[in-house]
Every structure is written in C-alpha cells, then in structure tokens.
C-alpha cells in the first residue's frame, strides 16, 4: 500500500505558484520522498526527490517538514503545461531493490 | 532526464495469444526494472520488480506464470502476456532505475485484447 496520501485535485491559476500538498506520517528514515506527474496517456515524469532537507532544481521545489511527515510540491509558475496528475511517493526498501508505490495523486488543473 | 523507450505503443491481440513489450534503457545501465499496469482513471499499480540477470521479483495477486518478465541485459526488460484475455486489456508501463540514479518511465504501451 501506498505510504501517501494527497488531495484528490487542485487548481491554480496560470502564472502563480502551485502548492501540492502530501502527507507521509509513516516515513522511515532512510525512506525518500519522491515526486512524479503523469499527462494523459503517458509514462510518469520524475520532478525531484529528497530526504531531509528542502530541494530545487529546474522544475519545482521540494519542502520537507522537519518532522519528514509532510512535503509540499512547488511549482513557481503553473503553466497550462502542467495541467497533469501529481503522484508523492515514497520510495520503499523491497526484497532486492526499492520499490515505488503509487498512490491516488492529485490531479492538477491549471486554468487560463 | 535519462529516456526509457518501450515497444510498442499500443498493440491490438486476439484472445489466447500472447504479447511481447520490451522496455529499453537507451542511455545508462538499468541495474533494476518495474512494470506497472494501469486501469483507467485509476494509479499505477506495482506489478513485479527485476533485476538485471535475476529473476523477478512480483507483487501479490500478480500471476507470475501468466506475465513473463525477462531481464537479460543492463538495458532491456521484456514482459509477456501469456494467452491474453480481454480483462487483461490495459496501459503497461515500464521503469528502469541505475546506480544512484531516480527511476525513470517509459512512455506506456497500451494493449487491447479484443
């Protein structure tokens, strides 16, 4: 099962920032945070990852509470572009590798 | 982003026959591969996890005898769906991971057993 949970949908506004809220209150410590998106039909995109501490890097912002039991997803300036389904994940240990298990995702609508 | 190609992108059987779709690491060294399945409007669901040269490893509920998986090499994983039905008509993905490296998708293949 999926160790996440995220609101079903969001919207923003084209240009302003989009906050995508996950709440991973059973987070091991050496487990990651991981974010993906899915567009309509195709394979999940990998926006950023992290463990502790906050991350950035072209596509978004990576918030990580001190407690590592909630992130938020930051996209600076929605674009229509990324209208998609948002998927946290955490990234778990498996019999011989890790394992990413997708949960429900949050379907972001970005409007004109 | 690394890319990850699969083959093909969708793909048309008859019921009792069986499909192949390969999934291709094209520029690093897959170390570990997934395959999702995906039902519509609904998540990707988990359904086996192999690493290069061993065999794979499946979720529970996932009949290993009816999907093949196959990963010989550093850069190629084959799932097979053995005699095809309609209810296994669905979005396949597949994931390829190297060392110290994020998972990265394919961009599906959707099958349809008609």
């Known amino acids: 099962d999926a160790k996440t949970t995220q609101p079903p949908s969001m919207d923003c506004a084209e240009g302003r920032a989009a906050n995508l809220p996950c709440n991973h209150s059973t987070i091991s410590g050496n487990e990651y945070v991981y974010w993906y998106r899915q567009i309509h039909s195709q394979g999940p995109q990998y926006i950023i990852h992290g463990l502790k501490n906050n991350e950035t890097n072209e596509m978004a912002s990576l918030i990580i509470t001190e407690d590592r039991k909630s992130s938020t997803l930051i996209l600076p300036h929605a674009t229509l572009r990324d209208t998609a389904v948002y998927y946290c994940?955490?990234?778990?240990?498996?019999?011989?590798?890790?394992?990413?298990?997708f949960g429900s995702g949050t379907r972001l609508l970005v409007r004109p | 982003g690394a890319v990850v190609s699969q083959h093909p992108s969708w793909v048309i059987c008859k019921s009792g026959t069986s499909v192949k779709i390969e999934c291709r690491s094209l520029d690093f060294q897959a170390t570990t591969m997934f395959w999702y399945r995906q039902f519509p409007k609904q998540s990707l669901m988990l359904m086996a996890t192999s690493n290069e040269g061993s065999k794979a490893t499946y979720e529970q509920g996932v009949e290993k005898d009816k999907f093949l998986i196959n990963h010989a090499s550093l850069t190629l994983s084959t799932l097979t769906v053995t005699s095809a039905h309609p209810e296994d008509s669905s979005f396949y993905i597949c994931?390829?991971?190297?060392?110290?490296?994020?998972?990265?998708f394919g961009q599906g293949t959707r099958l349809t057993v008609v």
């Open positions: 994931s390829a991971s190297g060392v110290n490296t994020e998972a990265f």
């Open positions: 994940i955490v990234r778990v240990a498996g019999d011989s590798s890790y394992k990413l298990i």
